[in-house]
């Protein structure tokens, strides 16, 4: 329904399927990295991204190759380059190496510091970032709101299972947080407000969205340098100290 109404309105809405169009969008003559490539789907986006032309093609992810994901490597003669590692990972980031085109979909939700996988997608996104998460409706009245799913109530959990729109399993929603099941769990619940706040803050502009009532496509360009704080050496440390001691404004908060 709500689908419905939001096309008849002449909007713009996203749906999974319209990711492989995104890709052929992007990938043509531009590296490509696929983050979070093989569950359900054995790399057919790093795939569709080498058959749209892209100059080279890297699939990552924390499993795998599934056995269809070398099968078709092999009934392609594919270059497509599997990398096995966390993406947020300073060694797999570089592994990975920076590429133009950046492709994430269905993984930020699956991290419990989203904020710091989406700065180590900047950190290897050179012109375009293809982002897509669940979310969850926006809360009146509370921007940049966010839900942490691990260890709510029974009830409260049940709230989040999307089960009447098809999804057959959530791990950490359907049933119980399971810690061992690490990035198989979903962490986050974050509205379209708090989604896109920390996207800005991790370093890019969002240039199009494709909004859905549980799910938000962004495509993004990196704007600037992705958020760090710089240690200070100990001889600037001690002088930073002194004119905050000076200032006197530092009190207990
Ligand atoms: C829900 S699936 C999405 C698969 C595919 N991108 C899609 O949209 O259909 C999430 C995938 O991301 C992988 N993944 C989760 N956390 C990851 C991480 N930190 N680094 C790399 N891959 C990760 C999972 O193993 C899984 O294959």
């Not at 570089?94 to 950046?102: E, F, L, M, T, Y």
């Not at 109530?153 to 399993?169: I, M, Y």
Request: proline share 7%; glycine share 8%.
């Amino acid at each position: 329904m709500w689908r419905y109404l939001h096309t008849r309105r002449g909007r713009k809405v996203g749906e999974y399927r319209r990711l492989a169009d995104l890709v052929r969008q992007h990938a043509r003559g531009n590296s490509f990295a696929d983050v979070g490539c093989m569950w359900g789907v054995n790399g057919e986006h790093a795939f569709i991204a080498e058959e749209a032309g892209a100059t080279a093609v890297t699939a990552v992810d924390v499993f795998g190759p599934t056995p269809e994901f070398e099968a078709e490597h092999t009934r392609r003669t594919s270059t497509v380059r599997f990398i096995l590692g966390d993406v947020a990972a300073p060694d797999t980031l570089d592994r990975i190496g920076v590429v133009d085109v950046v492709f994430c979909a269905g993984v930020l939700y699956h991290h419990p510091s989203p904020y710091d996988l989406l700065v180590a997608l900047r950190r290897i996104c050179a012109k375009t970032l293809i982002l897509r998460t669940s979310t969850i409706p926006e809360v009146d009245g509370l921007p940049n709101a966010a839900v942490y799913f691990p260890l709510l109530p029974d009830p409260a959990r049940h709230l989040w299972n999307l089960r009447s729109l098809g999804v057959k399993w959530q791990a950490g929603i359907t049933a119980p947080f399971e810690p061992r099941d690490g990035y198989g769990n979903w962490f986050w619940g974050l509205t379209p407000s708090c989604l896109r706040s920390l996207v800005e803050t991790a370093g890019f502009r969002v240039e199009a969205t494709e909004p859905e009532p549980f799910a938000q496509t962004l495509v993004c360009t990196p704007v600037s340098v992705a958020f760090s704080h710089r240690l200070p050496d100990e001889v600037e440390a001690r002088s930073m100290a002194a004119a905050i001691s000076s200032a006197a404004i530092a009190t207990p908060a």
